[in-house]
């Protein structure tokens, strides 16, 4: 018996929901919601056309604590697996206590009026989570996600000690579109165009954005100018692998998308704050996402690759290794299997294996854990077989 209710019918939804009707065996009872009922809708007629297997939909405001109870008290998931916005999470959490039900996500907390995140809010919930039994997993997409459990993978298999660690996110597909966002562009682009940080040595450096950069070569691929930026699961990983010496995340960018980046910081519309507009109070970056193409709908031309993953050194019986994990994905394969394009598969297909990974009894202890708390392997099994395959490289040059 598995009874899950997922939240959020964007692009990383949609794959949540195919891959979930996938697996019937585990997941034996699946409702969909999220803000507009109609896109839940579609979403379900896609899913009953392709694999027969019925979704229930339902319309919710994530931010409402009493409705989401509601739903839950009716619906009686075991797990939520939360895909909506990293501003919804902590109103999810608070839900799932009242309502006594687990909880899962791909994106720590994010208050609106901040464009700052950082896992402090979310770990403030582990006793709570403890006293109540429950299990809370953060951050189970592919970054965080797939890269934390490839450094526990790392960990228990390859290294003593890891010392190194960069991770590395390569988009090298083209979706023929001037300026798009893979993912929620209020989301992604609060991201991209804050601050560098990294960890060094006990401490946290910090840099101007995109100050540090260079081409790192990705499998299938080639060379790609990587920046560096920060990024979530840096902060857990640096806790919870507390020999890491250096801890870095690379992220491509193209020229032509920094500059579209730089035009909209510098004209403003990146602003975060409200602004009058015509006698009303409008949010500039949440304007600027309604005229930009919706990420959910770049698949159908997105041709190419993505290519994710740790690059390691460290120590393994008195000698020095390196080591590099990665999956390359195809945005055009995610399209025919799931109507979305390549970065929503990578997030949603972890996802879903996560809730797995719970309802089989593998991931679940009171609490509140980051992906690699727990153990790798049957996640990494998973991987292989639900549509993301890694490959491993060791003792090669790691470039960084
Ligand atoms: P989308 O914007 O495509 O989808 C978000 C969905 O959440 C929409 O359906 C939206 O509803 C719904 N939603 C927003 N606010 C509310 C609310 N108050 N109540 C109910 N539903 C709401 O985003 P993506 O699918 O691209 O991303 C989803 C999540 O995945 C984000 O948190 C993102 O940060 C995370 N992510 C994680 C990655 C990782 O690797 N870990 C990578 C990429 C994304 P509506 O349709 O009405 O707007």
């Known amino acids: 018996m598995g009874k899950v209710l997922i939240i959020g019918a964007g692009g990383v939804g949609t794959v949540v929901t195919h891959k979930v009707a996938q697996n019937p065996e585990v997941f034996t009872d699946i409702m969909l919601a999220s803000r507009t009922k109609s896109k839940c809708d579609a979403v379900a007629t896609e899913v009953?056309?392709?694999?027969?297997?019925?979704?229930?939909?339902?319309?919710?405001?994530?931010?409402n604590v009493p409705e989401l109870v509601k739903l839950l008290k009716e619906f009686k998931p075991e797990l939520v697996?939360?895909?909506?916005?990293?501003?919804?999470?902590?109103?999810?959490?608070?839900?799932?206590?009242?309502?006594?039900?687990?909880?899962?996500?791909?994106?720590?907390?994010?208050?609106?009026?901040?464009a700052h995140f950082e896992y402090s809010w979310?770990?403030?919930?582990?006793?709570?989570?403890?006293?109540?039994?429950l299990t809370a997993i953060l951050g189970c997409g592919f970054d965080p996600g797939v890269t934390s459990v490839f450094t526990a993978y790392a960990a228990k298999h390859h290294f003593d000690e890891i010392q190194y660690l960069d991770i590395v996110d390569c988009n090298a597909g083209d979706h023929g579109k001037p300026f798009?966002?893979?993912?929620?562009?209020?989301?992604?682009?609060?991201?991209?165009?804050?601050?560098?940080?990294?960890?060094?040595?006990?401490?946290?450096?910090?840099?101007?954005?995109?100050?540090?950069?260079?081409?790192?070569?990705?499998?299938?691929?080639?060379?790609?100018?990587?920046?560096?930026?920060?990024?979530e699961e840096l902060e857990s990983l640096v806790k919870n692998f507390p020999t890491i010496?250096?801890?870095?995340?690379?992220?491509?960018?193209?020229?032509?998308?920094?500059?579209?980046?730089?035009?909209?910081?510098?004209?403003?519309?990146?602003?975060?704050?409200?602004?009058e507009f015509n006698g009303q109070k409008i949010v500039p970056i949440q304007f600027l996402k309604a005229v930009l193409p919706n990420p959910g709908d770049l698949g159908e031309n997105y041709k190419g690759w993505t290519s994710i993953g740790c690059r390691i050194r460290g120590i393994k019986d008195g000698k020095e290794k390196t080591y590099y994990i990665y999956n390359n994905c195809s945005h055009e394969a995610a399209y025919q299997e799931t109507g979305t394009q390549g970065v929503s598969y990578t997030t949603g297909v972890p996802a879903m294996i996560g809730a797995m990974m719970?309802?089989?009894?593998?991931?679940?202890?009171?609490?509140?854990?980051n992906v690699e708390e727990f153990d790798p392997d049957p996640f990494m099994e998973q991987l292989n077989k639900q549509g993301l395959p890694w490959h491993e490289l060791v003792n090669v040059d790691l470039e960084l």
Request: proline letters at 5%; one cysteine or more; hydrophobic letters at 35%.
């Open 48 to 63: 009953k056309n392709r694999y027969g297997v019925e979704i229930k939909t339902a319309s919710i405001d994530a931010e």
């Open 245 to 275: 010496k250096r801890a870095r995340f690379w992220m491509t960018f193209g020229e032509e998308y920094l500059t579209h980046l730089r035009v909209i910081q510098n004209i403003g519309m990146a602003r975060i704050d409200e602004v």
């Open 358 to 369: 719970f309802l089989q009894g593998k991931w679940k202890k009171p609490g509140v854990f």
């Open 81 to 114: 697996i939360n895909v909506a916005l990293p501003y919804q999470d902590l109103t999810i959490m608070d839900a799932c206590l009242e309502a006594g039900v687990n909880y899962l996500d791909t994106a720590n907390y994010e208050p609106k009026d901040e």
């Open 180 to 231: 798009a966002t893979n993912f929620n562009p209020e989301i992604n682009i609060r991201e991209v165009t804050q601050r560098g940080k990294y960890w060094e040595n006990g401490q946290w450096v910090e840099t101007e954005p995109h100050e540090i950069h260079k081409p790192l070569t990705y499998p299938e691929i080639g060379p790609k100018e990587s920046y560096l930026i920060y990024h």
């Open 122 to 133: 979310q770990w403030a919930y582990k006793d709570r989570f403890e006293k109540a039994g």
